[in-house]
């Protein structure tokens, strides 16, 4: 695996530990309690993927960009939502970039290994 591969899949792991603690982060509101949980369990069924995927699993791959994918497009209502504070703004817009850089990097190595099996 490559570095930059590696540099994904680190991206991966932080988003999903920072989704794991989305109960404990939350005020109820923003988001809500229903969508912190259900993004606690994006989070934790993407790092297991991301542990999978470090270990060699290259099957484990496009399961987890899918559903860092689906933990991004949770976020996109903080952009639409009216009293939502510019800091949760900010941070939704922060994870939506680095879910692009992680699945680009991650991707990427993966195009490369299939090409080279050619």
Do not use: C
Request: charged share 10%; no cysteine.
């Amino acid at each position: 695996m490559s570095r930059s591969a590696r540099a994904g899949l680190v991206v991966f792991g932080v988003l999903s530990v920072v989704d794991l603690l989305g109960p404990l982060l939350t005020d109820g509101q923003h988001p809500p309690m229903a969508v912190a949980l259900a993004g606690a369990v994006i989070g934790l069924a993407s790092l297991l993927l991301v542990v999978a995927a470090w270990r060699g699993a290259s099957r484990a791959v496009i399961p987890l960009v899918v559903l860092r994918v689906l933990s991004a497009l949770s976020a996109l209502p903080a952009f639409f939502g009216s009293g939502v504070p510019a800091a949760v703004v900010a941070f939704a817009a922060a994870g939506i970039v680095a879910t692009g850089v992680g699945a680009v990097l991650v991707l990427r190595d993966r195009q490369r290994t299939t090409a080279g099996a050619r």
